[in-house]
């Protein structure tokens, strides 16, 4: 049973910075991508960043260079680093693993950043 498990979030003000990170167990071997969804509320969720086991790096439109997603696919780890926030990154973060055709899903982690 794979488990991912974040850690990080929490309150900021516009302009700060925080860093989420997130570590994948229980036959997580396999896995090719990890990365980082929000969901805000009303909204879809959506993509924020992906690192593909090749190196590739994929962000959200809306991510302008502000935020950094960094890790190990090897070793099953995966961080974001957000900063310049905006109260309108105020959302729940999910840390996102696939292995194959499976994905998998953290806990979800509250950020919100206040004006």
């Known amino acids: 049973q794979v488990e991912l498990v974040q850690s990080g979030g929490g309150l900021v003000q516009a302009g700060g910075s925080l860093r989420l990170s997130c570590l994948a167990s229980?036959?997580?071997?396999?896995?090719?991508?990890m990365g980082w969804y929000r969901q805000a509320p009303g909204k879809r969720r959506e993509l924020v960043a992906r690192?593909?086991?090749?190196?590739?790096?994929l962000y959200g439109d809306f991510v302008k260079g502000r935020f950094t997603i960094s890790g190990d696919i090897g070793k099953s780890t995966v961080d974001l680093q957000m900063n310049s926030l905006k109260p309108e990154d105020t959302a729940i973060y999910y840390c996102?693993?696939?292995?194959?055709?499976?994905?998998?899903w953290g806990q979800g982690t509250q950020v919100t950043v206040s004006s």
């Open positions: 996102y693993g696939r292995i194959g055709d499976g994905d998998y």
């Open positions: 229980g036959g997580a071997a396999g896995i090719d991508a």
């Open positions: 690192l593909i086991i090749s190196g590739v790096k």
